[in-house]
């Protein structure tokens, strides 16, 4: 069935350190990829979207492309801050409404 | 405006009693989704809402678990004869309609426990 798979966490950097979260998906035709961000103590926020192949999803220095050929989403930032630091979920949508998740990574971002 | 909220923040409860969650969706959202986050785990899908309906109720676990949707507003999640295993935080999210170019915005969530 359909799935998502990203790296465990959690994910401990240097301030202005290069980001890299991988995130692997597995699902029968085109679904639109997301990545969604957990800031400690609020609910779950968009942070960028792709919805086809070769796609490049962008937000707040983060980006993301969407890969058919390797089926994945990966999530970069070229410079992380400590309000970076965040719980950060892949996910894809697919069969009109049907989300699935990945089971997060946490990224701590050290000064 | 106002965020998705949902009531209460925390539940504790025995188990082989019932719950109800409350999901109060922004307003004008005619989409409204549940999910389900289990201790280190992902977010489960468990069902939407189109306005009032249900189309797919395949996510919901088990019989136990059951939705409504009135006014096309509040949404209710009912978990009947609780099990230690319904412990989670659920979730609700709301958007203007169920194309994937809507965004979907998440409440707080209510976290239940089950002793």
């Known amino acids: 069935g359909d799935s998502v798979t990203q790296m465990e966490g959690p994910v401990t950097l240097s301030e202005e350190a290069f980001l890299t979260i991988n995130c692997t998906y597995t699902a029968t035709g085109y679904p639109s990829l997301f990545w969604y961000v957990q800031y400690p103590g609020e609910g779950l926020q968009l942070l960028l979207k792709a919805t086809k192949a070769d796609d490049k999803g962008s937000n707040k220095g983060f980006e993301a492309t969407y890969r058919k050929e390797t089926t994945s989403f990966h999530l970069e930032k070229g410079s992380v801050q400590v309000s970076d630091s965040a719980v950060y979920f892949c996910?894809?949508?697919?069969?009109?409404?049907?989300?699935?998740f990945g089971s997060g990574t946490k990224l701590n971002v050290k000064p | 405006g106002a965020g998705v909220s949902q009531s209460p923040s925390n539940k504790v409860t025995e188990k082989g009693k019932d719950v109800e969650l409350r999901c109060d969706p922004i307003s004008g959202h005619t989409a409204l989704y549940w999910y389900r986050q289990s201790l280190g785990q992902g977010l489960e899908f468990l069902i939407y809402?189109?306005?009032?309906?249900?189309?797919?109720k395949s996510g919901l676990p088990s019989d136990r678990f059951s939705a409504e949707r009135t006014g096309g507003s509040v949404s209710t999640l009912t978990i009947q004869r609780t099990q230690q295993e319904d412990s989670a935080v659920y979730l609700c999210?709301?958007?203007?309609?169920?194309?994937?170019?809507?965004?979907?915005?998440f409440g707080p969530g209510t976290r239940l426990t089950v002793t």
């Open positions: 996910a894809l949508r697919y069969n009109f409404n049907k989300f699935y």
């Open positions: 999210a709301s958007s203007y309609g169920t194309s994937g170019r809507f965004e979907q915005y």
């Open positions: 809402f189109q306005g009032n309906s249900a189309p797919d």
